[in-house]
């Protein structure tokens, strides 16, 4: 399997696992099954490698091992195969305070790994809205914060609300 990147710095699938395995050709059959076997050991070694990289204390990595030892070779094709299919789903990093939390140096060198650009020059149009944008001199460290607003005014109408029947019938 290969993963690259697209513009958005997510990872697509390029080719699938299963895409390898024509079960109507018997002899292709046992070649197949090696050819996953050594795909699922690059991947695995791709993932665990990056947790290593990011996660100093190596907790993260265990866990992913353990988790992928589990599985056979079949189960782990699938596994993959529906992890690029669902948007939602992502690799889980979990930060243990006082024992591991990952610092600046860490990041960098994970999103080296991964191959993903966190420094990028910033265009400030605020700063000249009437003609070109001005850009910073040198590229910047960028991180991005998705943010959503919040739907609460229905919710304080019905708490404030002074008359009972207009509470009662939400």
Same mark, same amino acid.
């Given at each position: 399997m290969i993963l690259n990147r697209n513009n958005n710095s997510r990872f697509i699938e390029t080719s699938s696992i299963q895409n390898t395995i024509d079960p109507n050709e018997e002899l292709l059959s046992e070649a197949a099954q090696t050819s996953i076997s050594v795909k699922r050991k690059k991947i695995e070694e791709y993932v665990l490698k990056f947790f290593y990289i990011l996660d100093t204390s190596g907790k993260? *990595?265990?866990?992913?091992?353990?988790?992928?030892?589990?599985?056979?070779?079949?189960?782990?094709?699938?596994?993959?195969?529906? &992890? #690029?299919?669902?948007?939602?789903s992502n690799f889980y990093l979990e930060i243990f305070p006082f024992e591991f939390e990952p610092n600046l140096k860490d990041i960098k060198l994970s999103a080296d790994f991964l191959g993903i650009e966190l420094d990028e020059y910033v265009y400030m149009p605020?700063?000249?809205?009437?003609?070109? *944008?001005?850009?910073?001199?040198?590229?910047?460290?960028?991180?991005?914060?998705?943010?959503?607003?919040?739907?609460?005014?229905? &919710? #304080?109408?019905?708490?404030?609300?002074?008359?009972?029947?207009?509470?009662?019938a939400y």
């Open positions: 993260n *990595a265990k866990k992913y091992k353990e988790f992928y030892e589990q599985m056979s070779d079949g189960e782990f094709s699938a596994y993959m195969n529906n &992890f #690029f299919k669902d948007e939602k605020f700063e000249n809205p009437n003609g070109p *944008a001005p850009r910073t001199m040198t590229p910047v460290m960028v991180g991005y914060l998705p943010g959503k607003r919040m739907r609460a005014k229905r &919710f #304080f109408e019905i708490l404030f609300s002074r008359i009972i029947r207009i509470r009662e």
